[in-house]
């Protein structure tokens, strides 16, 4: 199984701010890489596809890069929608499709 | 629109069964691959079980792995997953998911004597 390793576990910042999460996968990955974003109580949704394919629905703000092992999801100018728990995951060959332990980004 | 709907979850004791089912709509089904993920109380996701479009290719995590059957109807546009010889740990959220564009709102299933 990939392991997946999101960094920081836990973020606070403030509105108008630039946060960056950082998701490290145990092997090569090319881009198969996905975040989501959950809100409390909330089914999660897909955020970025495919390491920095942003979904429809969701502001330009809001970017994802990276490939093989080391990906970034970077939020410019925050919001308060922004504010949540952000999951990364590898959907690289056959499953198991492996997810970070997620980063929850506070006030 | 694009749904998917959920259905099955409830308390169930140490050792029991549930069937979840998950009714699709909006979207070409029999074109997606579906996966079943779940989400313990204050927890993280976990990716658990995934079939193909035809349904002939099957994973499972090692969690679940021999207790957890997945299964889907295309004609019927619904996904299944038979829970067996269910555990505290067992206690989750649980969605259904097309591919990953679309999720389901969940359904707790509550393991607990």
């Known amino acids: 199984d990939i392991q997946m390793t999101q960094s920081p576990s836990s973020l606070s910042a403030s509105v108008g701010d630039r946060v960056t999460i950082t998701c490290r996968a145990a092997?090569?990955?090319?881009?198969?890489l996905n975040w989501f974003q959950q809100l409390p109580g909330k089914a999660p949704k897909l955020l970025i596809y495919?390491?920095?394919h942003l979904q429809v629905g969701f502001p330009s703000r809001i970017s994802g890069g990276g490939s093989g092992t080391v990906f970034t999801l970077t939020i410019d100018n925050l919001q308060p929608e922004d504010f949540a728990t952000y999951y990364c995951?590898?959907?690289?060959?056959?499953?198991?499709?492996?997810f970070g332990q997620g980063t929850t980004l506070e006030i | 629109q694009v749904q998917l709907v959920e259905s099955g979850g409830g308390l169930v004791k140490p050792g029991g069964s549930r069937r979840l089912s998950c009714a699709a709509s909006g979207f070409a089904f029999s074109d997606y691959y579906m996966s079943w993920i779940r989400q313990a109380p204050g927890k993280g996701l976990e990716w658990i079980s995934y079939?193909?479009?035809?349904?002939?290719?099957?994973y499972y995590a090692d969690s679940v792995k021999g207790r957890f059957t997945i299964s889907r109807d295309n004609a019927k546009k619904s996904l299944y997953l038979q829970m067996n010889s269910l555990r505290a740990e067992d206690t989750a959220v649980y969605y259904c998911?097309?591919?990953?564009?679309?999720w389901g709102q969940g359904t707790l299933v509550t393991v607990s004597s």
């Open positions: 079939i193909s479009p035809d349904g002939n290719t099957k």
């Open positions: 092997q090569n990955i090319s881009n198969y």
């Open positions: 495919a390491a920095s």
């Open positions: 998911v097309g591919q990953v564009d679309y």
């Open positions: 995951q590898q959907s690289y060959s056959t499953p198991p499709f492996t």
